[in-house]
Nanobody, 120 residues
């Protein structure tokens, strides 16, 4: 059974920083891309950042220059370093990854979500 477990959310003041982590565990054959999404109240879920196994990255325009996605392939873990946080970054952040399991079938997995609140 594959699962994604997130950690690192919390309450931070504007201008502060947080680091999110997401670890994939279970019977994993391969993971190509891993990403972070977020969903604010009353809004649709949106892509924040994504990274391939080769290190290619993609960011939403709203977080470019402030957020950095990275990955440890050996640990099947993806990170999101968030700096210069703004109140509009407040949302539930979800980790996502299409994962090929031990049965060599690919499924799309989501973490349980972690709350990030930026407020003074």
């Amino acid at each position: 059974q594959v699962q994604l477990v997130e950690s690192g959310g919390g309450l931070v003041q504007p201008g502060g920083s947080l680091r999110l982590s997401c670890a994939a565990s279970g019977s994993i054959f391969s993971i190509y891309a891993m990403g972070w999404y977020r969903q604010a109240p009353g809004k649709q879920r949106e892509l924040v950042a994504a990274i391939t196994s080769g290190g290619s990255t993609n960011y939403a325009d709203s977080v470019k220059g402030r957020f950095t996605i990275s990955r440890d392939n050996a640990k099947n873990t993806v990170y999101l370093q968030m700096n210069s946080l703004k109140p509009e970054d407040t949302a539930v952040y979800y980790c996502n990854a299409p994962i090929v399991g031990g049965n060599l079938r690919e499924y799309d997995y989501w973490g349980q979500g972690t709350q990030v609140t930026v407020s003074s």
